[in-house]
């Protein structure tokens, strides 16, 4: 009997331990973004109304921008990357956007199974009139 609880305590250890690196795998899993890594390569140029300014590829495939004049959301554009590593994005005009700069901001990003968009990396950048 005295020697079931050293290894009831052993067997109680290795299951914890067990347990605790199967948490921390699950976790890394669910924090992975293509790449696996925090820092990016990613940015938008700032750009001019009605011309186009390029993203730079970070770990994603595409490339989500979107714009705003005084609170209002004026453009929004996907764009997957070339084969350089780069996507043109046309800065207006639009129904919504027919002059002016704005407040812009671009996702390097991926579609998870095709329908949902996850992000990888944010840059903000601006457009003048």
């Given at each position: 009997m005295s020697n079931l609880r050293p290894n009831?305590?052993?067997i109680g250890r290795a299951t914890l331990l067990a347990?605790?690196?199967?948490?921390?795998?699950v976790s890394a899993a669910f924090a992975g973004?293509?790449?696996?890594?925090?820092?990016s390569t990613f940015r938008v140029d700032?750009?001019?109304?009605?011309?186009?300014?390029?993203?730079?590829?970070?770990?994603?495939?595409?490339?989500?921008a979107k714009c705003?004049?005084?609170?209002?959301?004026?453009?929004?554009q996907y764009v997957p990357y070339g084969t350089t590593g780069t996507?043109?994005?046309?800065?207006?005009?639009t129904p919504m956007w027919t002059s002016g700069g704005a407040t812009c901001s671009?996702?390097?990003?991926?579609?998870?199974?095709?329908?949902?968009?996850r992000v990888n990396s944010t840059k903000s950048f601006?457009?003048?009139?």
């Open positions: 009831l305590a052993r347990g605790l690196t199967g948490i921390l795998v973004k293509p790449g696996g890594s925090t820092t700032n750009g001019t109304f009605a011309s186009t300014t390029t993203a730079y590829r970070g770990t994603g495939t595409w490339v989500h705003s004049q005084n609170g209002v959301l004026v453009y929004e996507a043109s994005l046309t800065l207006g005009p671009g996702e390097d990003g991926w579609w998870q199974n095709g329908t949902r968009w601006t457009v003048t009139g």
